[in-house]
């Protein structure tokens, strides 16, 4: 809930919307003097942004709907990311086997030249085609395919850098209000009144500039917005007309490990789509995605049976290990709010971003009435390039910004000597030799140069306190909770942590209850 204080001031900035979109813009802003308020009605990230395939690429299947400039956009910013959270962001080969009756050859090599070059000079190893018959990486694969191709990109903990985002934001001094609903938005002159809502708790907020960044949910907020500026006693006029969004559901599942090694591999499906195999958590294998439309926003979205059996075909095309849906040991799903540009297939639907100002009024002029930004579509990879352009097209509204900062400053645990996160790790087991080096592994990966802090000085297991699973700890709990706004069991165990891969059932359900009586109450 907001402070008195807070209640009576006038912000620059209100974010709606706590994705990776939302909390980017609200790092950014608050970083340049801004004063910021975000407000997300859920946990930070809960939906679209930590349902991704985990990838912080240039989208090589891009290249094929001519998408260039969104390609190369994206190849520079996987750079600056891979620099600027090491712990978070590690670079992974991909292996693609050629299958010469969907693409041909030449096709696929003239495509990954241009996608080792569009972005300029790359930190990444170049790709090369392989002798499947004989590398290493051809040893899961049917002999089917006995030529193939690798090229670079990089993985990400897609929740984490949300919450990331979020956490160094607040250290700037933005208001992070997270399980808190937009119920109502109204223009006076030249500001924005919001009506928010927690638990039942209601206050309101004032800002001088409006960001929509709710995803899937931008025309639910689209819907509670009024115009109050008309004559006296009028009634609220409409919120103008907004571009629209197409919804679609990316779907994926997880199994237990189907190989060896840390690369990645690509598949190419018979209707010509891409599905990806990827190295999860140690233990497992992250297969995904689906492209299938999903109209409507409320309705939780879930693999189902149709797109299960269609990544487990994907693979078995492939691999010579097998899978079906008894396999499965997790899935998620999550709506991309894409920008709808009229294509019918979902697939070929643009990934690039779009931004609608409205801002009534000669723009710079005191006076003019307070805008509006709305963000439509967009990809995780090119999230800071996008809360740039958001601030540039906001900038004759707001105070005066200092310039750009997030391409090189490093997010939270991200700023390790020389970006190597394998140096730090064998560092942080010198120091901590009484703990498990699988342990100290895995929170070294979530937390980077903050791993010492998280850790606070335990020298042996038992300082940790009550070990839940997973390497799922009392201390590491304690500082989720405190530090990222951990309220419920599901924050921990899905998205700050993914330990809940690691237990059961019966134990996620008992870690749940003790959560609820001994941290949550």
Same mark, same amino acid.
């Given at each position: 809930?907001?402070?008195?204080?807070?209640?009576?001031?006038?912000?620059?900035?209100?974010?709606?919307?706590?994705?990776?979109?939302?909390?980017?813009?609200?790092?950014?802003?608050?970083?340049?003097?801004?004063?910021?308020?975000?407000?997300?009605?859920?946990?930070?990230?809960?939906?679209?942004?930590?349902?991704?395939?985990?990838?912080?690429?240039?989208?090589?299947?891009?290249?094929?709907?001519?998408?260039?400039?969104?390609?190369?956009?994206?190849?520079?910013?996987?750079?600056?990311?891979?620099?600027?959270?090491?712990?978070?962001?590690?670079?992974?080969?991909?292996?693609?086997?050629?299958?010469?009756?969907?693409?041909?050859?030449?096709?696929?090599?003239?495509?990954?030249?241009?996608?080792?070059?569009?972005?300029?000079?790359?930190?990444?190893?170049?790709?090369?085609?392989?002798?499947?018959?004989?590398?290493?990486?051809?040893?899961?694969?049917?002999?089917?395919?006995?030529?193939?191709?690798?090229?670079?990109?990089?993985?990400?903990?897609?929740?984490?850098?949300?919450?990331?985002?979020?956490?160094?934001?607040?250290?700037?001094?933005?208001?992070?209000?997270?399980?808190?609903?937009?119920?109502?938005?109204?223009?006076?002159?030249?500001?924005?009144?919001?009506?928010?809502?927690?638990?039942?708790?209601?206050?309101?907020?004032?800002?001088?500039?409006?960001?929509?960044?709710?995803?899937?949910? &931008?025309?639910?907020?689209?819907?509670?917005?009024? @115009? #109050?500026? !008309? /004559?006296? %006693?009028?009634?609220? =006029?409409? *919120? +103008?007309?907004?571009?629209?969004?197409?919804?679609?559901?990316?779907?994926?599942?997880?199994?237990?490990?189907?190989?060896?090694?840390?690369?990645?591999?690509?598949?190419?499906?018979?209707?010509?789509?891409?599905?990806?195999?990827?190295?999860?958590?140690?233990?497992?294998?992250?297969?995904?995605?689906?492209?299938?439309?999903?109209?409507?926003?409320?309705?939780?979205?879930?693999?189902?049976?149709?797109?299960?059996?269609?990544?487990?075909?994907?693979?078995?095309?492939?691999?010579?290990?097998?899978?079906?849906?008894?396999?499965?040991?997790?899935?998620?799903?999550?709506?991309?709010?894409?920008?709808?540009?009229?294509?019918?297939?979902?697939?070929? &639907?643009?990934?690039?971003?779009?931004?609608?100002? @409205? #801002?009534? !009024? /000669?723009? %710079?002029?005191?006076? =003019?009435? *307070? +805008?509006?930004?709305?963000?439509?579509?967009?990809?995780?990879?090119?999230?800071?390039?996008?809360?740039?352009?958001?601030?540039?097209?906001?900038?004759?509204?707001?105070?005066?910004?200092?310039?750009?900062?997030?391409?090189?400053?490093?997010?939270?645990?991200?700023?390790?000597?020389?970006?190597?996160?394998?140096?730090?790790?064998?560092?942080?087991?010198?120091?901590?030799?009484?703990?498990?080096?699988?342990?100290?592994?895995?929170?070294?990966?979530?937390?980077?140069?903050?791993?010492?802090?998280?850790?606070?000085?335990?020298?042996?297991?038992?300082?940790?306190?009550?070990?839940?699973?997973?390497?799922?700890?009392?201390?590491?709990?304690?500082?989720?909770?405190?530090?990222?706004?951990?309220?419920?069991?599901?924050?921990?165990?899905?998205?700050?942590?993914?330990?809940?891969?690691?237990?059961?059932?019966?134990?996620?359900?008992?870690?749940?209850?003790?959560?609820?009586?001994?941290?949550?109450?």
């Amino acid at each position: 809930m907001a402070s008195a204080q807070d209640r009576a001031r006038i912000f620059d900035l209100l974010i709606v919307g706590g994705g990776v979109n939302g909390c980017g813009l609200a790092r950014d802003a608050a970083g340049r003097g801004l004063s910021v308020y975000l407000c997300e009605k859920g946990d930070l990230g809960s939906a679209t942004s930590s349902a991704s395939t985990k990838l912080i690429h240039g989208g090589l299947r891009y290249l094929e709907y001519y998408q260039f400039r969104l390609v190369r956009q994206a190849l520079a910013e996987r750079d600056r990311l891979l620099s600027i959270a090491p712990h978070i962001v590690t670079p992974r080969r991909f292996v693609v086997p050629h299958d010469a009756r969907l693409r041909a050859a030449w096709r696929i090599r003239a495509g990954l030249f241009l996608y080792d070059h569009l972005g300029g000079a790359a930190r990444l190893p170049i790709s090369i085609p392989v002798d499947l018959r004989s590398h290493r990486y051809g040893r899961p694969l049917k002999p089917d395919f006995p030529r193939g191709f690798v090229y670079s990109d990089c993985w990400v903990d897609d929740a984490r850098l949300v919450l990331l985002n979020a956490v160094d934001a607040a250290n700037r001094g933005a208001r992070i209000a997270t399980r808190t609903t937009c119920t109502g938005l109204r223009r006076q002159g030249d500001h924005w009144v919001a009506r928010l809502r927690r638990h039942g708790m209601e206050w309101q907020v004032r800002a001088r500039a409006l960001v929509n960044a709710a995803g899937p949910w &931008v025309e639910d907020v689209a819907a509670v917005m009024q @115009d #109050a500026t !008309g /004559p006296a %006693g009028s009634p609220p =006029a409409e *919120a +103008p007309p907004q571009p629209r969004i197409r919804l679609v559901r990316g779907s994926h599942i997880v199994v237990p490990r189907l190989f060896q090694g840390q690369q990645a591999y690509l598949f190419q499906g018979e209707d010509r789509r891409v599905v990806f195999a990827i190295p999860f958590q140690d233990a497992f294998t992250l297969i995904g995605t689906t492209d299938e439309p999903h109209p409507d926003p409320a309705q939780p979205p879930a693999a189902s049976p149709a797109e299960i059996a269609y990544l487990c075909s994907a693979v078995n095309r492939y691999l010579k290990r097998s899978i079906a849906a008894a396999d499965i040991v997790s899935s998620f799903s999550g709506i991309r709010p894409l920008f709808d540009d009229g294509q019918e297939d979902p697939s070929a &639907v643009s990934r690039d971003y779009v931004l609608h100002l @409205d #801002a009534p !009024g /000669p723009e %710079g002029v005191g006076g =003019a009435a *307070a +805008p509006v930004l709305t963000i439509y579509g967009g990809k995780i990879t090119t999230y800071r390039q996008l809360a740039e352009r958001v601030l540039d097209r906001l900038a004759p509204h707001l105070p005066a910004l200092s310039r750009p900062w997030t391409d090189k400053a490093p997010l939270p645990g991200g700023d390790l000597p020389g970006h190597d996160l394998e140096g730090f790790i064998g560092d942080l087991i010198l120091r901590h030799p009484g703990l498990d080096r699988t342990f100290l592994r895995r929170i070294a990966r979530r937390h980077g140069s903050l791993t010492d802090a998280v850790l606070d000085n335990a020298k042996r297991p038992a300082d940790l306190g009550r070990d839940f699973g997973g390497g799922l700890t009392e201390c590491e709990i304690d500082w989720l909770h405190r530090n990222e706004w951990a309220e419920t069991a599901e924050d921990i165990l899905w998205r700050r942590t993914k330990t809940g891969l690691f237990m059961s059932e019966e134990g996620r359900d008992l870690f749940a209850d003790w959560f609820e009586h001994q941290i949550a109450a």
